[in-house]
Every structure is written in C-alpha cells, then in structure tokens.
C-alpha cells in the first residue's frame, strides 16, 4: 500500500489491517478463512450478504434500472413503505444516494423555507463529508479551518461528563435552555436561525443518549425563532433502537422533526439515502423555480432493495431482536461495569443494539482511559477476532452498533471476552506494582 493511500484512507486497525474477502450475517471472513465477529457494521442492517436482499437486487437489476424521469412503482411503493414508519406530516420523500447527500438536501430544504442562513448544531456532531456538512460538523471543522460566522454550536446533551449530569433534577431542561441561550445571541448579533441539526443518539459524540424531553423543548425554541428541526437519523433509524422505528421517536409521540435524513442501513450495504419532511417545506423549496433532480436517487434497483430491507425487518422481527439482545448486553455490561473500575459508564438507555462502555482510569474524576480502549479494541481483533472500534471527543467510548441479527450469544462472547482483556490488564498493572522497588 503506498504511502499516500494511507494517509488519505484510514482503515480499522491500521497497524494491522484485515482483508476481508466474504460476509455473512454478522461474520465476516478474511483471505485466510478466518472468522471475525462484526459488532461496528451498521450500515449491513439486516446482515452482510443477506439473500432476499441480493436476489431482490438481481431481480431488479436484470429487469430495469433507470432515473426517476420515468414513472416506475418500485419508488412509489418504498415511499409509502417509509411514511407508515413516520409521523402523518412527514410526507415528502427526496432518494438520494447518501447521508451525506441526504443532509446537505436537509440544509437547502432548511434555509430554503425559513429564509435565514444560521444553524445550530450539537458539540463533538458529525453529519458527512461534504462541503456544507463539514462546515456544521464541529468534530472536522476543529481540524480544518474553523467555525463559519454562520454556524452556532451547543453544549453536547451528555449527562455522564457534560456540564448538567446525572445528578441534576433536569437535565432535559437545562441543555435545551443551553440552545435557547445561543439562539438569543445569534439574534442579539441580528442573524436569524434556519435549523437546529442533531443526530437522535450522537454516535461520534460517544453513543449519547438525549435526556428524555430534550428533543421536544429544543424544537419549541427553534421553532419559536423561525427555524426548523432536523432529525439526523442516518446512523440510528430503521429500528436499530428496537422499541421504535425511528430514535427521535423514543422522545414520546408529541414530538416530531421537520426534517428527517435517513441513510447508512437503508441499502444493507446499497448506496441510497433519503430525505422526509412536510409538504410545507416541500412546497417552500419548489417555489424558487429551480428544479430538483437526482440521477441515482431513487432509481428501481435501489427502491427494490430498500423494500427487500424493510420485509426482512419485518419477517426476521429484527427490531424485536434489536431490543433483546441489546437489553441483554446492557444487563451483561453493567454485571462487567461493577467487576472493573475502568468501565465508567454503560451507554444505552433503552436503546436497542445501539450501545456503549466508556472507559476511565479514574472514575471519580472521569478521566479518559483513551490508550485503554485502544488496547482492548486491538487484543479482541488480535485474540478474539472480534471487531469493535472507538467513538467520542477521547475515543474512549467502546461502540456496538452491529448488524441487527446480532444474537444472545454473540452477546454474551464479546462480554466473555472483554471481561478476560480487563482482568488481564488489573493483573498485568498489580504484578507490575509488585515488582518495583
């Protein structure tokens, strides 16, 4: 591999990187045969390689695939699929062919119906690799070249290290009061709000879990200042979090976004996104003359796939499944969380296969054990060919989003083999104590 490829693509585990040549289910496998354990892919919702998806891809493929100029029923047919799963006024549908693509529409559908330009987003967020999404995305535009005059940033809702934690009476309410403040001096600076922009669950922010309410007073703040809510919901929709379809819906049925971006697991691997929001704003959009078309968006094949996605959800019970397997690994990480002192926190709050560890070497003071989750991200690749990787401001949040046929016992090994990794790790440190003069 050359030099420049390395650097412009960073792979997991770059020291050692795996080829993998197959996939099934939540397994993958490498040149050598061997079998890896897949607990970071949600992007192949219902597993790699499932059947129905490829033969409902084939199918579709070897009949016709072409742009939505032409009238086909596949597109129609997955709309109204999706608008089941949604609240009543999200009822405007534009395919595209990436969350990427699906939240820079989001922004121009924004700014588009409000007339105003700034937005706000939630600190450590990230919402893809465009121009647009680097610009309201403070875990790249830190690293590059900064924050736009346009671009508001608000405290990240994290109630284990944020400002309010979990011993507040309302932590809800004070993180949304933190957004209403920013609004007040962007208003105070004479600019005007187009979109509060926020995952459900921040994923690269550390697998965080919103305080319950949150969602519904920030929309009533936004709003109030003449923007609207975008649910970014292209990591955690598609019922990763189990109880509902959607994540933002875990926030009680009273709250509902104006904008919703939906991507990563809608193709189990397929390139195609898209974005939901009301006929208002779709009429807002429309309204300037300029036409909006998309070449891939929405074409046959993908429509095909995305329905294939939803009857294997359906027929498989994976949201049933999502909300097992993960109540049980929660069950299982917190039994871990009181045998070791690393572990300072377990992410989850109901949240399906949609889970975290965070680890401390302190946790009285919340210190990032940063080297710590590293090590025990390569030793169960190396020793357990279990794949788990990293996330947060630290990367000291261990992740498991995995495929949504992730079983009890693949649950169960990943914990087996954690708890092994962080008794090695006590015994190693008292062995070292003993041995020093």
Same mark, same amino acid.
Request: charged content about 20%; some cysteine; overall charge negative.
């Given at each position: ?7 412009s693509?960073?792979? #997991?585990?770059?020291?050692? =990187? ?7 289910g939540?397994?993958?496998?490498? $040149? ?26 084939? /199918? ?7 742009? &939505? ?14 608008? +089941?799963?949604?609240?009543e ?8 062919n990436?969350g ?9 559908l ?19 690799h465009? &121009?647009?999404l680097i610009?309201?995305?403070?875990y790249? #535009? ?12 608000a ?9 309010f934690?979990?011993n ?13 403040e ?39 703040y ?12 292209v990591?955690t ?5 189990? /109880?509902?379809?959607?994540? %933002?819906?875990m926030?009680?049925?009273d ?9 990563? =697991?809608?193709?189990?691997g ?25 070449? %891939? ?50 992410r ?21 054990a940063?080297?710590a ?5 390569r ?29 009890? $016992?693949? +649950? ?9 990794i ?8 008292? /062995?070292?104590? #003993?041995?020093?003069?």
């Amino acid at each position: 591999m050359s030099l420049g490829f390395r650097h412009s693509c960073r792979l #997991f585990y770059s020291d050692d =990187p795996v080829k993998i040549v197959r996939a099934r289910g939540q397994y993958l496998f490498d $040149e050598n045969g061997s079998r890896y354990l897949d607990c970071i892919s949600n992007v192949h919702h219902v597993g790699h390689c499932h059947p129905s998806i490829t033969q409902a891809a084939a /199918s579709q493929m070897e009949l016709l695939n072409t742009n &939505t100029r032409f009238l086909h029923d596949n597109i129609v047919l997955y709309a109204d699929r999706l608008a +089941a799963t949604l609240p009543e006024k999200l009822c405007v549908f534009y395919f595209v062919n990436s969350g990427s693509e699906a939240n820079d529409l989001a922004l121009r559908l924004a700014h588009g119906y409000t007339q105003h330009e700034d937005v706000i987003v939630l600190d450590h967020a990230y919402h893809g690799h465009l &121009t647009s999404l680097i610009d309201i995305s403070p875990y790249k #535009f830190r690293k590059l070249a900064g924050q736009k005059e346009w671009v508001h940033v608000a405290p990240l809702p994290d109630v284990y290290r944020g400002m309010f934690r979990e011993n507040h009476p309302d932590p809800a309410q004070a993180y949304a009061d933190t957004v209403k403040e920013v609004i007040e001096e962007v208003h105070r600076k004479g600019r005007k709000i187009s979109a509060f922009f926020a995952e459900s669950l921040p994923s690269v922010g550390g697998q965080i879990i919103l305080p319950q309410g949150y969602s519904t007073k920030v929309a009533e703040y936004v709003r109030s200042a003449g923007g609207v809510y975008v649910a970014d919901e292209v990591q955690t929709g598609f019922g990763r979090v189990g /109880s509902h379809f959607w994540a %933002f819906q875990m926030h009680g049925e009273d709250f509902c976004p104006d904008i919703v971006t939906m991507g990563k =697991p809608m193709g189990n691997g397929h390139p195609v996104a898209c974005v939901a929001t009301t006929a208002e704003i779709a009429a807002a959009f429309t309204a300037n003359g300029v036409e909006y078309f998309n070449t %891939f968006g929405g074409n046959p094949v993908s429509c095909a796939i995305g329905l294939a996605v939803l009857d294997v959800m359906e027929k498989e019970d994976l949201r049933g499944n999502a909300m097992r397997v993960g109540a049980h690994l929660k069950g299982l990480l917190r039994k871990l969380q009181t045998q070791h002192q690393i572990i300072g926190d377990v992410r989850y709050g109901g949240a399906g296969l949609f889970v975290g560890i965070e680890l401390v070497t302190d946790r009285e003071q919340r210190t990032p054990a940063t080297e710590a989750a590293s090590r025990l991200v390569r030793r169960l690749k190396e020793e357990d060919r279990i794949c788990v990787s990293t996330d947060g401001p630290w990367e000291s949040v261990v992740k498991f989003k995995p495929p949504m046929c992730f079983s009890m $016992e693949d +649950a169960e090994l990943v914990v087996q083999c954690i708890d092994r990794i962080l008794t090695d790790k006590v015994r190693t440190l008292r /062995s070292m104590r #003993f041995l020093l003069p």
